[in-house]
């Protein structure tokens, strides 16, 4: 975005990736279908940015979901508006977008130097970088960062650069797993017979490190280590956080959310005559398969068969988080380059003619669109910054 923003100000521009080709981790959001914003009202949408809702405003309010997707139609691709507001290309895939885009930038003049590794600065302010074939160095009238976090490493996005900025007293937190998945002790019964099935409709909660209660509707899926998907993700954050203060963090599931406690106590309790207690509360309250297995994990043969016991924990089923799945493993990184670091331009205040754009910036958010579209926008805005500073001609 930065590249096209500058080429279109009639700058000379030259786009350095360390991978074989660019844009790999896109590449592969494509594969959930790409979904690339998010069609609530801007003031719900900016909420979504949390305690960077304030940087990343001025960033949104000039190319937010709107002007993105008029970006893509502008491409020749069409979207769509699922049900649940997010928005996706009609063909729910990357790879005709980034063709086109790529074509594009390279018609306008923009040039693509893949397998180029940036390894810093020399001493005389030009930039490094290692090929294949030899350590090459470069002179840039100015530059934008946009090396991405530190999550999938192997798509390019590997978190090096933080040593360099730091050998330069750039300010950052440490990378840290967001939309992650989290690890939980199973019995190797439960794990066997249920990983990679969905807990769909329940609602989870917990109270965070501050007493600050989170809650959530939505489908998780177990895994073999634990817990992930959409509600996990969507909690991931505050998880996260409290697992990091406390150690551990428990979440509470309602198995019923559509019955409140006193009924959910009043079904179990019914009569079940010579029924099994399983076709019992498959029967009453539509419990069975993971859920049932869940309960079944939680409580003992004999706190199965107290109804209140078991009433109150159908409601608010305790899971055990030990810790977040490591950072490689998640769909984007918390932490990053303080905006405190950087202008309203996204310049760096300590190295002028040096922005930073994308998920390297310290700020996060859930998936629904909020990534992709924070990525683009800063983009756009460090390209912006870079031309008005090139046109000052400092
Ligand atoms: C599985 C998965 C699914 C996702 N799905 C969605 C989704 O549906 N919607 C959404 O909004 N977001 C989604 N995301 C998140 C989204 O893809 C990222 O937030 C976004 O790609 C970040 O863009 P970026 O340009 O900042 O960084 P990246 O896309 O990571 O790009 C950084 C680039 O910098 C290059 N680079 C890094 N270091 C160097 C170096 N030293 N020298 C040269 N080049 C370097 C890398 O090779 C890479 O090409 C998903 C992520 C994952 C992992």
């Not at 960077?52 to 069409?78: E, K, M, N, Y």
């Not at 501050?210 to 280590?225: C, D, F, P, Q, V």
């Not at 930073?356 to 926008?377: H, K």
Request: glycine share 12%; with cysteine; aromatic share 6%.
């Amino acid at each position: 975005m930065a590249a096209e923003t500058l080429v279109a100000g009639g700058v000379e521009v030259n786009v350095y990736d360390a991978m074989p080709s660019v844009g790999r981790k896109f590449l592969l959001a494509g594969k959930g279908g790409l979904n690339i914003t998010h069609a609530e009202p801007a003031e719900k949408f900016l909420t979504r940015y949390g305690s960077r809702q304030a940087q990343l405003t001025p960033l949104l309010q000039s190319f937010g979901a709107q002007q993105l997707c008029d970006w893509v139609h502008g491409l020749g691709i069409a979207t769509f508006t699922g049900t649940s507001q997010r928005v996706f290309p009609k063909e729910m895939k990357a790879a005709p977008l980034l063709r086109a885009w790529l074509h594009r930038l390279r018609t306008a003049g923009v040039r693509i130097h893949v397998r180029h590794r940036w390894t810093g600065w020399d001493e005389s302010g030009g930039l490094r970088f290692t090929t294949p074939a030899s350590e090459q160095g470069v002179r840039a009238d100015c530059t934008v960062l946009a090396l991405g976090g530190g999550s999938w490493a192997r798509l390019g996005s590997d978190g090096a650069w933080m040593p360099l900025l730091a050998a330069h007293g750039v300010p950052a937190t440490p990378l840290r797993p967001a939309n992650c998945g989290f690890d939980i002790a199973w019995s190797a019964h439960f794990r066997e017979r249920f990983a990679g099935h969905p807990v769909k409709a329940v609602t989870a909660s917990f109270t965070d490190a501050t007493g600050m209660t989170h809650k959530r509707n939505g489908e998780l899926m177990i895994s073999a280590y634990g817990i992930e998907g959409s509600l996990v993700y969507a909690l991931s954050a505050p998880l996260r956080d409290t697992i990091a203060t406390q150690g551990s963090v428990t979440l509470q599931l309602d198995l019923v959310p559509d019955k409140d406690l006193a009924r959910v106590t009043a079904e179990v309790a019914h009569p079940r005559g010579s029924r099994s207690l399983s076709s019992h509360l498959q029967g009453r309250l539509g419990i069975k398969g993971v859920k049932a297995g869940l309960l079944r994990e939680a409580l003992s043969a004999t706190e199965m068969h107290d109804p209140q016991r078991l009433a109150t924990t159908i409601k608010t089923l305790p899971l055990q988080l030990i810790s977040a799945r490591p950072l490689d493993e998640a769909i984007s990184s918390a932490g990053g380059v303080l905006f405190e670091a950087l202008d309203e331009q996204l310049m760096l205040k300590s190295m002028p003619g040096v922005f930073c754009a994308g998920e390297m910036l310290d700020w996060e958010a859930s998936t629904g669109g909020y990534l992709l579209t924070a990525c683009f926008a800063s983009g756009r805005a460090a390209g912006a910054g870079a031309l008005t500073w090139l046109a000052a001609g400092r």
